[in-house]
């Protein structure tokens, strides 16, 4: 158990609404990540975060932001959600020595986008 | 940039059987590799990982996976499967740029079904 929690858990919501999942860490991990997987493509790397406030852009960037406003509270947001972003997204820590990229992931969130 | 290949999508063994599941990797840069169990309908669970020093390293439920260098390979094997390693198994990069804070470069992923 990596302390991580993701809500909501599943979601289903219409093209062109706004979406935003939610990634909370228990153990004060400075280092935090999205990703999307989808069959076919193993998962890929959206957004990660390096502190609080201090956000970069991964992979799959296009038509998601994300924001941290506190070390536990990482948001991912699709503006205006497509059938595109239909996926299953996780959320990860790192834990251990810096430069060991050793991550652990949540239990994801189920996103439907019709 | 780095890249994974896992080179078998699907892999079917007997139970009791050995298997291996292949992962190669492209990095201009020293790495770190991981490999991950994902269950159906769960999220990713760390099997094993290699950071430094001996090239073979043992994971949780008897998985283990040999570090090759020259051949840019970090294959996962285990002596004997049971039914309940039935799983999506995922092979991971982070190279040593950046002080290893970007996130996990996955291969597509290998099913390994197991049968009775």
């Known amino acids: 158990d990596a302390g991580i929690t993701q809500s909501p858990r599943h979601k289903v919501t219409e093209t062109g609404t706004p979406v935003t999942l939610r990634c909370h860490q228990t153990e004060n991990h400075r280092y935090m990540y999205w990703y999307r997987q989808d069959p076919g493509h193993g998962l890929r790397l959206i957004h990660y975060?390096?502190?609080?406030?201090?956000?970069d852009k991964g992979e799959v960037s296009d038509g998601y932001s994300v924001s941290r406003s506190k070390t536990e509270d990482f948001l991912l947001t699709l503006e205006s959600a497509t059938s595109s972003q239909t996926s299953v997204y996780f959320c990860?820590?790192?834990?251990?020595?810096?430069?060991?990229?050793?991550?652990?992931f949540g239990p994801g969130t189920r996103l439907t986008v019709l | 940039a780095q890249s994974v290949t896992q080179l078998d999508s699907q892999v079917p063994v007997f139970e009791e059987a050995p298997v291996e599941l292949r992962c190669n990797y492209s990095s201009s840069v020293s790495v770190y590799l991981f490999w991950y169990v994902q269950y159906p309908n769960q999220g990713l669970q760390l099997l094993l990982k290699y950071l430094s020093g001996s090239t073979l390293v043992k994971g949780i439920n008897g998985f283990e996976a040999e570090f090759n260098k020259s051949q840019t390979s970090f294959h996962l094997r285990k002596p004997s499967v049971h039914i309940s390693d039935t799983a999506e198994y995922f092979c991971?990069?982070?190279?040593?740029?950046?002080?290893?804070?970007?996130?996990?470069?996955f291969g597509k992923g290998t099913h390994l079904i197991i049968q009775p």
């Open positions: 990860a820590i790192k834990r251990g020595p810096e430069i060991r990229n050793t991550q652990y």
């Open positions: 975060s390096y502190g609080v406030k201090d956000t």
């Open positions: 991971a990069v982070s190279d040593l740029e950046g002080g290893g804070a970007d996130g996990l470069t």
